[in-house]
């Protein structure tokens, strides 16, 4: 079990299955502990969630020193490291993560946990953890998944909690929302009182079945894989995605060749793509993995990349990708 401590991004993560990983994603800006088998529940508990989010009342300080309550708000800070999350209502219900990630998760799928990853992201502010089985599947072209159950919730509001259908490419460990390849709309709660009742509404909505999930996102990846790309395809592609209005500045216009340029190398040269160069799946690939592995400043990258999974941000950047790539190869 390997150790890496670097958490100037207020990031700490515990990664299971390392013998399944390809590089080093979650090492990016993040304090890293990594498990050849799945993640063990008593250190998730131990070494991530071992504190609670708590009420401070809160009050205005005058000029001259008098203090005067602010009734209905109340700070929720961390019992531990007194860091503020947020002034919340009187009436916002606090989602402790030992029992919105971990109890409600092991109520969720009626079985034992097998914990993938589990995380906290902005020193407490955000947290996640994933459900999966210990067994990878291959798809008929060769393509290393996993599907997982991500669960997330947040003390500063930046995300509300939300449990989701996702899959992972192990190659690269990019992580992709299930509604790529069916229709499964996230469920969110928000901190309120009748949150703590929904529980079933969770299972109906979601219809947790990890293996059902696997053979979608194996459909899914071949349909891509079995899409053929000629380079001049390519080049049209790269232009669609990443166009250069006449008229551009030659600042924003400088930024955006380097983008084409970029992407272009990866289609050529980088070892998470060039398996698949010539096929559809090699240009989600290339457009995928630039949007979690290279966009975007490494010290943010682990929290910026559980948002926008779970904000759907990234969902919309891929459909978008497919829908071009579909529509200049005539697929």
């Not at 131990?46 to 209905?72: H, Q, T």
């Not at 009626?110 to 459900?131: E, M, N, P, T």
């Not at 929904?198 to 899409?227: F, P």
């Not at 992407?263 to 793509?273: A, F, I, T, Y």
């Amino acid at each position: 079990m390997a150790l890496i401590d670097n958490s100037k991004a207020g990031v700490r993560t515990l990664v299971g299955f390392n013998d399944d990983l390809v590089g080093d994603y979650w090492g990016s800006g993040a304090r890293v502990i990594r498990y050849d088998g799945a993640v063990p529940l008593d250190d998730v508990l131990g070494k991530l969630f071992n504190w609670e989010a708590i009420r401070c009342s809160v009050e205005v300080v005058l000029k001259d020193g008098r203090r005067l309550p602010f009734s209905g708000r109340e700070a929720i800070v961390h019992n531990k490291t007194d860091k503020v999350f947020k002034i919340a209502t009187d009436s916002y219900v606090i989602h402790q993560y030992q029992d919105w990630l971990v109890n409600n998760v092991a109520k969720l799928l009626d079985d034992d946990l097998c914990i993938g990853i589990a995380g906290v992201l902005r020193g407490g502010g955000g947290a996640f953890i994933s459900v999966e089985t210990p067994d990878k599947i291959e798809s008929r072209n060769g393509i290393e998944l996993k599907p997982k159950l991500l669960a997330a919730s947040s003390h500063d509001s930046r995300l509300a909690t939300s449990y989701k259908m996702v899959g992972t490419i192990l190659w690269c460990q990019n992580m992709l929302n299930a509604s790529l390849w069916h229709e499964s709309a996230p469920w969110t709660n928000r901190h309120t009182l009748n949150s703590l009742t929904r529980l079933e509404e969770v299972r109906e909505t979601l219809g947790i079945q990890l293996a059902n999930n696997a053979a979608a996102m194996c459909d899914y990846v071949d349909s891509l894989a079995d899409i053929s790309v000629t380079d001049e395809q390519w080049q049209q592609i790269v232009e669609r995605l990443v166009p250069i209005p006449e008229g551009t500045r030659p600042q924003s216009k400088s930024r955006l060749e380097n983008k084409r340029d970029t992407l272009h190398d990866m289609w050529v040269n980088d070892p998470r793509c060039t398996k698949w160069k010539g096929s559809g799946f090699g240009v989600f690939q290339v457009f995928n993995t630039h949007q979690l592995h290279i966009a975007g400043k490494n010290d943010s990258r682990v929290d910026r990349n559980m948002r926008n999974i779970l904000s759907d941000a990234s969902l919309e950047h891929d459909k978008d990708v497919v829908a071009v790539l579909r529509d200049v190869c005539n697929a």
